[in-house]
């Protein structure tokens, strides 16, 4: 995207391997090219199309861009232009304004911001469910660092826990490879043993569970149950909704968990709004498929007190706008909020940026391996060096709901 300044803003669409019913569709060609997966169509949409539509427009008014792309593409679902056309040139053209304004992104962002945080990272361990071969129905084991009092401290800390899990599944003959977003891929006889393993690894780097390092899990519920019912494969059985909620509190009692996301499936609101009940408020009970970053959805789920928490995946949303405006519409229910990656990523950074220019106090990006997931950690520390200078620093412990 180039600005007639000259200014140049440069941004590229991710993919979800697990994608709610929701979500923005993107545009893939079919066909013989990349196994089908191609998005010739999607970047000559960007190109001839989109490109002709917003010609002439003030790219300082992002509403009015996204707000164009919308009505082009003329679907509920971005569906003709390919919601990776749209997100991707959403995110180019804050790019190219940031950079005409002579401002990084997150500052630019910002606008009336008078200091700045850097958002805690929540950090992939295991990889499960549709990120690792189904080896094990959960889909993210993860860290958070809740004792660490900065952002470089938090991901020295959760690396060493990362790396002392791998250590000790090497040891156990547990460990199959790379999960989809840089956590290990595990060889588990059942979904728990992977909680007794990150337990294990976290005490092991030497840290106390609860105290210094909490847990995350992201069930993603809907991609292993449907109509209440859930197939547990790692445990081989299959409950219904009451049952994989007595099981997931159970692991809230025995476990130092402080994040359960998709506890549920996407179609189990009435099962949703009970677990969160039950969790009580000092979980974050967080929705994804649940909401795919929508504002309208979020006002439902608040409505009959399901969920606690907003995951913002922009290419959920297909704009910017669209995303910023689940993130208000969140903040408005009195929501905790995550900006999150996904599982196909590239070396675009543009979400680190928006978490700490939108004020989120959470980032979760995947791993400590595999350079898409290390590209956005190492912007985070260039920024947090930048904050520094602004008297900022990270979201600490008292300001969420774990304490």
């Known amino acids: 995207m180039q600005l007639s300044d000259e200014a140049i803003g440069r941004s590229i669409a991710p993919a979800g391997a697990s994608t709610g019913s929701g979500e923005a569709m993107e545009r893939r060609d079919g066909g013989e090219a990349f196994g089908g997966l191609d998005v010739t169509e999607a970047v000559n949409n960007v190109s001839c199309e989109i490109a002709d ?22 679907t509920s679902d971005r569906s003709r232009l390919g919601g990776n056309a749209l997100v991707a040139t959403s995110m180019a053209v804050a790019h190219a304004a ?13 606008g009336n911001l008078k200091t700045y945080k850097m958002p805690l990272p929540e950090v992939q361990v295991f990889g499960g469910g549709a990120h690792a071969g189904r080896r094990v129905d959960v889909q993210d084991f993860m860290v958070i660092a809740v004792g660490a009092k900065c952002y470089e401290q938090s991901l020295e800390w959760t690396a060493e826990v990362y790396h002392r899990a791998g250590k000790i599944m090497a040891d156990a003959e547990r460990l199959l490879g790379v999960a989809d977003e840089g956590g290990f891929w595990p060889n588990f006889d059942s979904n728990e043993e992977a909680l007794d393993f990150l337990m294990r690894a976290i005490e092991g780097a030497g840290f106390t569970p609860g105290e210094e390092i909490a847990i995350s899990l992201d069930i993603a519920a809907t991609d292993f149950g449907r109509g209440g019912q859930y197939k547990l494969a790692a445990d081989n059985r299959v409950v219904d909704s009451d049952g994989l909620s007595e099981l997931l509190l159970s692991w809230l009692d025995k476990y130092p968990i402080v994040s359960i996301e998709d506890p549920l499936g996407e179609d ?8 969160t009940v039950a969790a009580g408020p000092k979980v974050e009970v967080v929705a994804d498929d649940f909401i795919c970053t929508s504002a309208n959805k979020i006002g439902k789920a608040k409505l009959i007190g399901a969920c606690n928490t907003a995951l913002i995946k922009p290419n959920q949303a297909g704009t910017l706008t669209e995303a910023k405006a689940a993130l208000d519409a969140a903040h408005l229910a009195g929501w905790e909020s995550i900006v999150s990656a996904r599982s196909g990523e590239s070396e675009d950074v543009t979400i680190v940026h928006l978490a700490v220019g939108w004020g989120v106090k959470q980032l979760k990006v995947g791993s400590f391996s595999r350079s ?18 602004f008297g900022g620093n990270m979201h600490l412990r008292d300001t969420f709901p774990w304490k």
């Open 268 to 275: 189990d609101a009435d099962a949703m709004a009970r677990f």
């Open 53 to 74: 539509s917003l010609k002439g427009h003030d790219a300082f008014d992002q509403a009015s861009i996204d707000q164009t792309m919308i009505e082009l593409d003329g």
């Open 98 to 110: 940031a950079a005409s304004a002579g401002l990084p992104l997150w500052q630019f962002l910002g």
């Open 372 to 389: 898409e997931r290390m590209a956005k950690w190492n912007e985070g520390l260039r920024i947090a060096e930048s904050i520094d200078s």
